[in-house]
């Protein structure tokens, strides 16, 4: 699309359902797409607990990927091995879906949300600062999906209570964000 990454969003839309997707290196890009089987108590939880938010901020990933990039090919050891935790945390993710331990989900968020400000510091900002403080007494999980800097923000609430809880305290505060109802589409 011309920014410079994000082919993951287009596969996500070319595919239902929940997915874990692989790309290997290599020119033109070659992908492995597994279909994750979720229980209906699995999108139960996550339809009830999993808040998508958009934040209102925007920012080209390209620019955030360029900084990247040139720290990889430079052997930035930090930003190695912050990937490297990003993939594995990619695995036991999944593993924590299939399971239906939503709990652990949010634990994986946290730290690949930090992960990615190891990655880009600049991928926050004030106002994404300020949502997840607002969001963290109600949630065991967020992070901003993509490159950061703003766009969609996933909010894991602790349970159904506190993210009906979340919601409205968001429909009613300042913070001036929009939220999207969403449902997952499985294949049948």
Same mark, same amino acid.
């Given at each position: ?8 969003? !287009?596969?996500? #839309? ?11 290196? #290599?020119?033109?890009? %070659? ?15 996550? !339809? ?28 930035? =050891? ?6 490297? %935790? ?39 900002? $004030?106002?994404?600062? $300020? ?18 800097? #703003? ?17 409205? $305290? ?7 964000? $929009?939220?999207? =109802? ?7």
């Amino acid at each position: 699309m011309g920014t410079g990454g994000g082919w993951q969003d !287009q596969i996500g #839309g070319l595919y239902p359902g929940i997915k874990f997707t692989t790309s290997f290196p #290599g020119v033109p890009l %070659r992908l492995q797409v597994i279909p994750l089987l979720a229980s209906p108590q699995l999108i139960l939880e996550l !339809q009830q607990r999993l808040l998508v938010v958009f934040t209102g901020q925007v920012r080209l990933a390209h620019q955030v990927l360029q900084k990247v990039v040139t720290r990889y090919l430079q052997r930035d =050891n930090l930003l190695v091995s912050s990937i490297k %935790r990003l993939t594995e945390l990619a695995k036991i993710g999944r593993e924590a879906l299939m399971n239906c331990e939503v709990d652990e989900l949010g634990k994986i968020m946290l730290e690949a949300w930090r992960l990615h400000q190891e990655l880009d510091p600049y991928c926050s900002n $004030k106002f994404v600062d $300020k949502l997840f403080a607002f969001a963290d007494p109600y949630c065991c999980g967020y992070k901003l999906v993509g490159a950061g800097g #703003g766009g969609f923000a996933l909010l894991l609430a602790k349970n159904a209570e506190s993210g009906n809880e979340l919601k409205n $305290k968001l429909e009613d505060s300042d913070l001036n964000v $929009k939220l999207y =109802n969403w449902e997952i589409h499985l294949d049948n």
